[in-house]
């Protein structure tokens, strides 16, 4: 997944009986040279086993060094050979590295390169999607086992993601009967079946139909972390059940949710003072460590990216502008900054230990003290799997495992303890797993608008008083047209480069070009150089009908000319054109929207959709 599977969420999924979790995708370029990067998307602790580091790559180099700077915290690497997205277009890797041709050869070559880097003592894995045919998906397994794959994990959907209809869309269900072929006709390699998962029965369903050797699964997860739990026991018997399980939640020093600022609920609650008046607003010393500390790592992050575009320009910083210069001054500064934070990070467990906050409500009249949020430690001395282990009756975790809101909330309390978690991510378990109830109380909005994870906790909480309570709800009649609307003008919006890719494609089925359906959206879309970016920042503004002919000329016509000249695209999301990052100067073009075969070229993007399966 990209971006959706971190530590907090695979612990959640493993405590409701997933058995193996990957990470969500890595760049494996980013990986190896920036190191900020590695802080920020790979953590990990003794709970989160067994775990599978998963990678896109289009370089062997690049995939057998990252390889060896995670060997010692997973137990197997993936290769990605399945991500569909327009960025691994652009970026030439996932799915559009399986074309048979000279990329055949490369992908092969980075699952030696990854095997020799690690083996014997890590497996390399593959994850793909089905070809055009059964018989050129079967002799593509059958590559990759030879390469040195140890196992490999399908995902039963064409990669083709500009047929938005039709057999074999990205957007169908997936066809599992040619893994049960597959799967027959390449012995002995593992076999995960991955697609029509969103119940317990079909994963059972599906492993019968393909006689695969695990049943893998994204989107339904997302929904529902606690889709395995019925591998655990069955709940319907009379006899009460015990289980044993890993449980992440014994670390975390609250029961319920910590001590919340108030929010705003202006337009649905009949009595806001009922609930919110007596909550007391407090932050932790904790708190205002971890938000400085994300923002100097976010400073370091592009410290990092700077150094990295003077390397690949031979050293010469010639190509750096005034502001960047300052930032490479200010490094030493930021990383001794970063290393005081850690150690007063370090020192407030022991500061705030015994310290409680008190949270009243109209849902809690008890007044029970409120133990403070523990900071994010990963530290690996506290955790083990002796003392995270407890027997508990089944029923309890079923119990959890059928209410959204109380799935929701360990989340958050796993975000807060094991992050850092973004806002982003947080918001988007939250709105995958309490999508109707959400909806429901007209919260979706507030969700999504979110900024801290104190109004997140809010807005479940809000939720559970509802429910506890429904007259405490009144429906908003005007606030639902307005949703309504600013829904149809984010679909409207966000639908621009579906329907740009759509065109293109009919112009090339118009044209004749059926073999080569992808003609017109390989032009224009060569990465822009980060020396021809500089040149044209360095015209003046009014000089904009040059910028954008020397941008076509250089086959970047595709790429939103504002993301690059002014670092940001108001448009965002809404925005039709490809938000991807610059490449080095030396770092070889895509000359007439050809792809090349890789070689370490640059494959850094900024991901514009959402996270998701």
């Not at 995960?192 to 969103?198: L, S």
Request: hydrophobic share 30%; with cysteine.
């Amino acid at each position: 997944m990209v971006g959706a599977s971190e530590l907090p969420f695979r612990l959640l999924t493993r405590k409701y009986g997933a058995q193996l979790a990957y990470t969500p995708m890595m760049s494996s370029v980013r990986f190896v040279r920036e190191p900020s990067y590695r802080n920020e998307i790979f953590q990990t602790n003794p709970l989160d086993r067994p775990l599978v580091c998963h990678f896109s790559a289009n370089s062997p180099t690049d995939f057998a060094k990252a390889v060896q700077l995670v060997a010692d915290q997973c137990d197997a690497i993936d290769l990605n050979l399945g991500c569909p997205q327009r960025t691994a277009f652009v970026g030439h890797f996932g799915s559009y590295l399986l074309d048979p041709g000279p990329d055949r050869q490369l992908i092969c070559d980075i699952v030696r390169a990854g095997v020799q880097a690690v083996s014997p003592s890590k497996p390399i894995l593959v994850k793909i999607r089905l070809l055009e045919t059964l018989d050129e998906t079967i002799q593509l397994c059958r590559q990759l086992k030879d390469a040195g794959a140890s196992l490999i994990a399908i995902h039963a959907r064409k990669r083709a993601g500009w047929e938005r209809k039709g057999p074999g869309a990205r957007d169908g269900p997936a066809k599992l009967d040619l893994v049960t072929h597959i799967k027959q006709a390449v012995p002995n390699i593992p076999i995960i079946a991955n697609g029509n998962v969103i119940s317990y029965q079909d994963v059972l369903d599906n492993q019968t139909l393909t006689n695969a050797d695990g049943i893998m699964s994204a989107e339904g997860i997302l929904d529902n972390p606690a889709l395995f739990l019925p591998r655990l026991g069955n709940n319907e018997t009379t006899i009460q059940q015990t289980v044993t399980i890993v449980d992440p939640l014994l670390h975390c020093c609250f029961k319920d949710d910590a001590t919340i600022p108030p929010l705003d609920e202006s337009n649905n609650t009949k009595d806001t003072t009922n609930l919110n008046s007596k909550s007391a607003t407090t932050t932790s010393n904790t708190d205002v460590i971890k938000k400085k500390k994300r923002k100097l790592l976010k400073k370091l992050r592009e410290i990092e990216r700077i150094q990295t575009k003077v390397q690949e320009n031979g050293g010469d910083d010639s190509i750096l502008e005034k502001d960047e210069h300052q930032k490479l001054k200010a490094k030493s500064s930021v990383q001794e900054a970063i290393r005081k934070l850690d150690q007063q990070e370090e020192e407030q467990p022991k500061q705030e230990n015994g310290t409680t906050t008190s949270s009243s409500s109209s849902s809690d009249v008890n007044q029970k003290p409120t133990s403070t949020t523990p900071p994010h430690n990963n530290n690996t001395k506290e955790l083990t799997v002796a003392n995270s282990t407890h027997t508990i009756p089944l029923s309890q975790l079923y119990d959890t495992a059928n209410d959204k809101i109380a799935l929701a909330k360990e989340y958050l309390q796993l975000a807060q303890r094991f992050g850092p978690t973004t806002m982003r991510t947080q918001i988007f378990h939250v709105r995958r797993m309490m999508k109707e109830i959400l909806d429901q109380y007209q919260l979706m909005p507030d969700c999504l608008q979110c900024r801290t994870p104190a109004q997140l906790v809010n807005i479940v909480r809000l939720c559970e008083s509802y429910r506890h309570d429904p007259t405490l709800f009144v429906y908003n009649r005007q606030k639902a047209k307005e949703q309504a609307l600013a829904l149809e003008r984010k679909r409207h919006e966000e639908g621009k480069r579906k329907a740009f890719e759509a065109r293109m494609i009919r112009k090339a089925k118009r044209e004749g070009k059926l073999q080569d359906l992808e003609y017109y959206l390989r032009r224009g879309a060569t990465v822009p150089t980060q020396a021809l970016v500089k040149q044209l920042r360095s015209m003046k503004d009014d000089n904009k009908p040059e910028q954008l002919k020397a941008w076509t000329e250089n086959d970047h016509s595709q790429h939103c000319l504002a993301f690059h000249l002014d670092k940001t695209c108001q448009r965002g999301r809404a925005c039709a054109f490809l938000h991807v990052d610059a490449k080095a100067s030396n770092g070889g073009s895509h000359k007439n929207g050809e792809h090349g075969g890789g070689g370490g070229q640059d494959t850094t993007f900024e991901e514009q959709d959402e996270v998701a399966g």
